[in-house]
């Protein structure tokens, strides 16, 4: 089993920056591959960035590209995402989430993933 807690969200102004903390407890953190999700309201959950296990493979949504950056510290148990010039449209609930079956080749689809966080919100205003 594996625990997961998101942190750092909050509400920025279009154009600010913002990092969220995804950190892990329980099994060996660096044997899973870990995600970045977002869901808004009436939406499904979409996917934003992933990691495999090792931190050498990094995958991004079209949307976060050029934008966001998802690493991790494996020392930490820690996984990260920097998101820099927020849209409006960024506004969502961000969920981590760690993969093991996919831990080499994240993939984009959250069924792919066995472990998720709670949560935190993050608020773009215009």
């Known amino acids: 089993q594996v625990q997961l807690v998101e942190s750092g969200g909050g509400l920025v102004q279009a154009g600010g920056s913002l990092r969220l903390s995804c950190v892990a407890s329980?099994?060996?953190?660096?044997?899973?591959?870990m995600g970045w999700f977002r869901q808004s309201p009436g939406k499904a959950r979409e996917f934003v960035a992933a990691?495999?296990?090792?931190?050498?493979?990094?995958f991004y949504a079209d949307s976060a590209k050029g934008r966001f950056a998802i690493s991790r510290d494996n020392t930490k148990n820690t996984v990260y995402l920097q998101m820099n010039s927020l849209k409006p449209e960024d506004t969502a609930v961000y969920y981590c989430?760690?993969?093991?079956?996919?831990?080499?080749?994240?993939?984009?689809?959250?069924?792919?993933?066995?472990?998720w966080g709670q949560g935190t919100q993050v608020t773009v205003s215009s």
């Open positions: 989430a760690a993969s093991y079956l996919k831990r080499v080749t994240p993939g984009n689809v959250p069924d792919e993933y066995e472990f």
């Open positions: 329980g099994r060996t953190f660096s044997s899973y591959a």
């Open positions: 990691t495999s296990w090792g931190g050498v493979n990094t």
